[in-house]
């Protein structure tokens, strides 16, 4: 099984994952890893270097952060590319985390799940636009 990390500002791993596990239940081979207004950057690479080693025995990683960038982006780039077998992946949603949380159980192409990660989380992304539907009240032709 291929592992995963979420992570990001405050606490948005820890959140999204609530949120997961009331919709799929308790995931396995999976570890949020918050970054508090008190950690510092070494606290984040401490964190995301233990979540990384946990799942040492998994195919590979993914990690899911918030913001392209950001210290957990970043942080866990520097950690994880030396790997070789860790995928960052930013702008996470919790539709992007179902999605590939579920089929990350059948794939072992971390790669290819980390491409699979970015179309979910666009396809998730949309706006509803309100549409009138007309009504035809003639009923002169009959029922």
Same mark, same amino acid.
């Given at each position: 099984?291929?592992?995963?990390?979420? %992570?990001g &500002?405050? &606490?948005?791993?820890?959140g999204?994952?609530?949120s997961?596990?009331?919709i =799929?239940?308790?995931? +396995?081979?999976?570890?949020?890893?918050?970054?508090e207004a008190t950690?510092?950057?070494?606290?984040?690479a401490?964190?995301? %270097?233990d979540?990384?080693?946990?799942l040492?025995?998994?195919?590979?990683?993914?990690?899911l952060? *918030?913001?392209?960038g950001g210290?957990?982006? +970043? %942080? =866990?780039v520097?950690?994880?590319?030396?790997?070789?077998?860790?995928?960052?992946?930013?702008?996470?949603?919790?539709?992007?985390l !179902?999605e590939i949380?579920l089929?990350? %159980?059948?794939?072992?192409? !971390? &790669?290819?799940? =980390?491409?699979s990660?970015c179309?979910?989380? +666009?396809?998730?992304?949309?706006?509803?636009?309100?549409?009138?539907?007309?009504?035809?009240? *003639?009923?002169? *032709?009959?029922?």
């Amino acid at each position: 099984m291929i592992g995963l990390i979420v %992570t990001g &500002h405050g &606490h948005f791993a820890s959140g999204l994952t609530t949120s997961l596990n009331l919709i =799929a239940g308790d995931a +396995k081979d999976y570890v949020a890893v918050d970054f508090e207004a008190t950690d510092s950057t070494d606290d984040l690479a401490k964190k995301l %270097t233990d979540a990384m080693d946990s799942l040492k025995d998994c195919e590979g990683i993914i990690v899911l952060s *918030d913001l392209a960038g950001g210290s957990p982006f +970043k %942080t =866990a780039v520097e950690i994880g590319f030396p790997r070789g077998n860790v995928e960052v992946v930013a702008g996470t949603n919790l539709g992007m985390l !179902v999605e590939i949380n579920l089929t990350r %159980t059948f794939s072992e192409d !971390v &790669h290819a799940l =980390a491409e699979s990660a970015c179309n979910v989380g +666009k396809d998730q992304v949309m706006r509803y636009v309100f549409q009138h539907i007309q009504q035809n009240d *003639d009923l002169s *032709d009959g029922i």
